[in-house]
């Protein structure tokens, strides 16, 4: 079993280049304990629960199997680790895989799952081990350092060894004001397609 969560809609993730197309089954959950434990606006959660949607057809269009859990489906558990447990019963799946989510609230959960791998999230420059071991034998943390350190890791924003424009940052001229108005462009909008549609009026918002 394959566990993708919200904020991991890529196919390129850790735990799907690991998984066997042919065999494994993908799980996907809207879970209540996700939208619920802080307060989170109705707009992000429909959208959120959008792209969770189209992915999972994505997914299923590139071969996967898909199991995917609504929100309003009535036998929903409302958690995370529930949904695991019963798509592992109807499955016969015996061992789950997943990509470190980015919350440390989920990893101490996750990491409590019985026969659960958990693969590192490498869609990011910088991960958590790394930054444990830069930050392990200092006595204080500022971002400036990891960002310097950063920076000549990957060479981003550097001429060599030394930073791009001759300084590490610009922040005392990012303190002044904006030399007049910005005239900023009004957002762009979209009308909603038939999925997010369908997931405003799941969770009660107006289309």
Same mark, same amino acid.
């Given at each position: 079993m ?5 904020d991991?809609l890529? *196919?390129t993730l850790?735990?799907l280049?690991a998984a066997?197309r042919?065999?494994?089954?993908v799980l996907?959950?809207e879970?209540a304990?996700e939208?619920?434990y802080i307060?989170?606006?109705?707009k992000k959660i ?9 992915f999972?057809a994505e997914?299923?269009?590139a071969?996967?199997?898909v199991?995917?859990?609504t929100l309003r489906?009535?036998a929903?558990?409302?958690?995370l680790?529930g ?7 109807r499955?016969g ?5 997943a990509t470190? *989510?980015?919350e440390w ?5 996750m990491a409590?799952w019985p026969?659960?791998?958990?693969l *590192?999230d ?9 930054f444990?071991?830069?930050a392990?034998?200092?006595s ?7 960002y ?10 550097m001429?060599?060894?030394q930073p ?6 610009f922040?005392h001229d990012?303190?002044?004001p904006? *030399?007049?108005p910005l ?5 762009l909008r979209f009308?909603?397609d038939a ?11 107006q289309?």
């Amino acid at each position: 079993m394959v566990l993708v969560l919200g904020d991991q809609l890529t *196919p390129t993730l850790s735990s799907l280049r690991a998984a066997d197309r042919a065999n494994d089954v993908v799980l996907m959950a809207e879970v209540a304990t996700e939208t619920t434990y802080i307060r989170h606006h109705k707009k992000k959660i429909a959208l959120v629960l959008a792209a969770m949607r189209h992915f999972a057809a994505e997914l299923r269009a590139a071969g996967w199997q898909v199991d995917y859990v609504t929100l309003r489906d009535p036998a929903n558990s409302g958690s995370l680790g529930g949904e695991v447990r019963r798509a592992c019963a109807r499955h016969g799946a015996t061992h789950v895989l997943a990509t470190e *989510p980015g919350e440390w609230r989920l990893m101490r959960e996750m990491a409590q799952w019985p026969s659960t791998t958990l693969l *590192p999230d490498d869609r990011f420059l910088a991960d958590r081990h790394g930054f444990a071991t830069w930050a392990e034998k200092r006595s204080g943390l500022r971002m400036e350092h990891f960002y310097r350190l950063m920076r000549r890791k990957t060479g981003l924003l550097m001429e060599g060894d030394q930073p791009a424009g001759g300084k590490w940052n610009f922040d005392h001229d990012n303190r002044n004001p904006a *030399p007049g108005p910005l005239g900023l462009p009004q957002p762009l909008r979209f009308k909603p397609d038939a999925v997010t549609c369908d997931v405003l009026v799941s969770i009660g918002t107006q289309k």
